[in-house]
């Protein structure tokens, strides 16, 4: 069955670094799109960046308040996508989620916890 397990979460400093994992299990991530969503406290879940499939490149994007501070990469031979965040902001303060769509069907990992204070 598809399952997706997010680590690597943690406190960190403004202006600090941190790698999120996602480790699929249940399907090959490389021919899916793979997405990272985050959810603060009191608000919506939001998109924050996808890697396209393998098959037609892999190309990433992200959301405006990330984008040149966070990148998105995946490790086909481990079945893992990542989420390395640099230059970190109170704001970045969310649990953070791995998303995965087949066919019809959204999938969500359990969530990782990033508290961005000093």
């Known amino acids: 069955q598809v399952q997706l397990v997010e680590s690597g979460g943690g406190w960190v400093q403004p202006g600090g670094s941190l790698r999120l994992s996602c480790a699929a299990s249940g399907f090959m991530s490389s021919m899916y799109f793979m997405n990272w969503f985050r959810q603060a406290p009191g608000k919506e879940r939001e998109w924050v960046a996808t890697?396209?499939?393998?098959?037609?490149?892999?190309?990433?994007s992200y959301a405006d308040s990330v984008k040149g501070r966070f990148t998105i990469s995946r490790d086909n031979a481990k079945n893992t996508v990542y989420l390395e965040m640099n230059s970190l902001i109170p704001e970045d303060t969310a649990v953070y989620y791995c998303n995965v769509r087949i066919g019809i069907r959204n999938y969500w990992g359990q969530g990782t916890q990033v508290t961005v204070s000093s």
């Open positions: 890697i396209t499939s393998t098959s037609v490149g892999g190309s990433t």
